[in-house]
C-alpha cells in the first residue's frame, strides 16, 4: 500500500462515515422507515464481519489458504465459546498463531 | 465496537444518574481495549501511527474502521475499503434517527453529536428509558465522550506497541485481526438465525475469493445480507 492510498482511504473513510452518521440527524424517520431496508440493514453488520473474519484469516490476495492464522481463529472460537472478554481472545489468538509461525 | 453494555445485576436499571454514571464508565473503558487492537491491526495493515490514530479520531466507529485496515490488510483497493466501511456505519445513521429527538441539538453541536452516535452511546442512553429522558441524554453524551476519550488512548497505545513489535507475523497479530473481526462477530449472534446468516456470508466469502478481486468478497457479502432480509420471516 503507498503513502497515497493509506492517506486517501482514511480521509474518504472518514468523511464517509462521519456524513453517514450526520444523515440520521438531518433526514426525515420516514426515510429509513421501510422494513425491508430495516430488515437488511439489521443483517449488514452481520454479513461483513463475517466476511471479514474469511478474508484475514483464510485468504491471500485471492487464493484460500490454511496457515498459522487457522490456528488462531481456532483458538479465538474456543475461547469465545468459553465466555472469555474481547482482549483474552485477541491475544490467544495471536499467541497460538505466533507459535505456529515460529515452530514453521 | 460490539454490544457490550452490562446494565448491572440481572439487567435491571434502577437510579439515575449515578447508575448511569457506572453503565457509561463501564462501557467506555471496556471499548476502549478494543482500541488497542484496532491499533495494531492499523499498524499490521500498514497504515503509519499518525493515519491509525486520525481513523480512531475522525472516522470514529470501530467496526468500519477496523474493516477499512482489513481490507487493505487483504490487498483490497481503497474503494473496497472506503465501501465496506461506510457500508458497517450505516447503522449509525438509524441510530441518529433515534437520538435526534432525544438530545434535541442544533446547528454545530449537531455535529458532535452526530460524531459521538455510535453501539454504545445509543445503547446506553436507551438502555436508561426508565430513568427518563435525562438520564438518557446523560447516558448518550457520557458514553459517547468517554468512549472517544478511551478508543484513541488505547488506539494510540495500540499503534506505538505494534510498531515497537516490528513483523505482524512473528507477534501473531495477523491473527489477531481476524480474531478480533470474530469478537466484533459473537455478541450479535443472538438467535439461530442470525447464526445461519454468519455462516452463510462465510461460506459466500470463500467461494467468491478465487473470482473477484481482493477485498471485492468484503463487499458482494452484503449481498448475503440483501438476500436473507429481502422477505419478511
Redesign the interface.
Known sequence: MSQTTAWVVVISTSVACFSVKLLGYYIPAGWLAHPRLQRVNALVPIALLSALVVAEGLVEKTRVVIDHRLAGLCVALALLLAKAPFPVVVVGAAVASAILYHLH | M?A?IRLGKNGVVTKAPRDTLRDALSVAL?VG??G??FGAAGIA????VL?TC??SL????G??????V??????GG?LS??A??????????????Q??PLVQVKGFR??F???V?IDESTAVALAQTPRGPHAMRFGFWLTGSGVFLFWNVFTLLGALGAKALGNP??????????????????P??TSNY?RV???S??V???LV??W????V??I???L???A???R?R
Open positions: 460490539g457490550l471496556t481495549t478494543y488497542l487492537a495493515a500498514g497504515f503509519s493515519q486520525l481513523f475522525l472516522t470514529f466507529t467496526a468500519s474502521q477496523f474493516a477499512a482489513g481490507v487493505m490488510a487483504a490487498g481503497a475499503a472506503v465496506a466501511a461506510a457500508m458497517l456505519g450505516t447503522r449509525n445513521a438509524l441510530y441518529g434517527l437520538m435526534a449537531r455535529f453529536a452526530a460524531h452516535t507475523a512473528s507477534w501473531g497479530l495477523d491473527a489477531a485481526v481476524p480474531a478480533a473481526f470474530l469478537g466484533l462477530l459473537w450479535r449472534l442470525l446468516v454468519a455462516v456470508s462465510m459466500f466469502a470463500i475469493t478465487p473477484l478481486s481482493a477485498g468478497p468484503i458482494a457479502s452484503v448475503v445480507a440483501v436473507f432480509g429481502w419478511e
